[in-house]
């Protein structure tokens, strides 16, 4: 039950910082690019903070766990992930990119089933197919 209310209140936090992220955008005329790089460096000082006594875990994780957080959360996700999303975020009305940008749910058990070993039931395919239908309505012009 844990899980899903933080999966919920990650899902709160991204749509209403979507929202202040597409006005700072705006107001200041600003390149995605800066403004992914201000979100970016809050994100830095704040993390950086809360999980400072944790960071001794880092001798023991080894290179191949820090390089798939490299590689997924600093590359994929973190750069071009949100670099793709303030562009679209700049250019397009939030009702028409968040449902399209927030379909990650989608690739990532995706990723899980082919690669990670993660069953599929019929109940995970229709609501992959759900979501999928419903984005798309929302998104028809």
Same mark, same amino acid.
């Given at each position: 039950?844990?899980?899903?209310?933080?999966?919920?209140?990650?899902?709160?936090?991204?749509?209403?910082?979507?929202?202040?992220?597409?006005?700072?955008?705006?107001?200041?005329?600003?390149?995605?690019?800066?403004?992914?790089t201000?979100?970016?460096?809050?994100?830095?000082?704040?993390?950086?903070?809360?999980?400072?006594?944790?960071?001794?875990?880092?001798?023991?994780? $080894?290179?191949?766990?820090?390089?798939?957080? @490299? *590689? =997924?959360?600093g590359?994929?996700a973190?750069? +071009?992930?949100? #670099?793709?999303?303030?562009?679209?975020?700049?250019?397009?009305?939030?009702?028409?990119?968040?449902?399209?940008?927030?379909?990650?749910?989608?690739?990532?058990?995706?990723?899980?089933?082919?690669?990670? $070993?993660?069953?599929?039931?019929?109940?995970? @395919? *229709? =609501?992959?197919?759900?979501?999928?239908?419903? +984005?798309?309505? #929302?998104?028809?012009?």
């Amino acid at each position: 039950m844990l899980a899903v209310l933080f999966a919920i209140l990650t899902a709160a936090a991204w749509g209403v910082g979507g929202y202040f992220e597409k006005k700072g955008l705006k107001l200041g005329n600003l390149s995605p690019h800066v403004g992914i790089t201000v979100r970016t460096a809050v994100a830095i000082l704040i993390l950086g903070v809360i999980s400072l006594p944790q960071w001794k875990q880092l001798g023991n994780a $080894g290179t191949k766990s820090i390089l798939y957080l @490299v *590689i =997924g959360g600093g590359i994929v996700a973190g750069s +071009i992930g949100m #670099l793709c999303f303030y562009a679209a975020i700049k250019e397009a009305p939030l009702s028409r990119v968040m449902p399209i940008a927030f379909t990650a749910p989608l690739f990532g058990a995706l990723m899980g089933m082919m690669f990670g $070993g993660e069953p599929i039931s019929m109940k995970i @395919v *229709i =609501g992959m197919l759900l979501t999928v239908s419903g +984005i798309v309505v #929302l998104t028809m012009s």
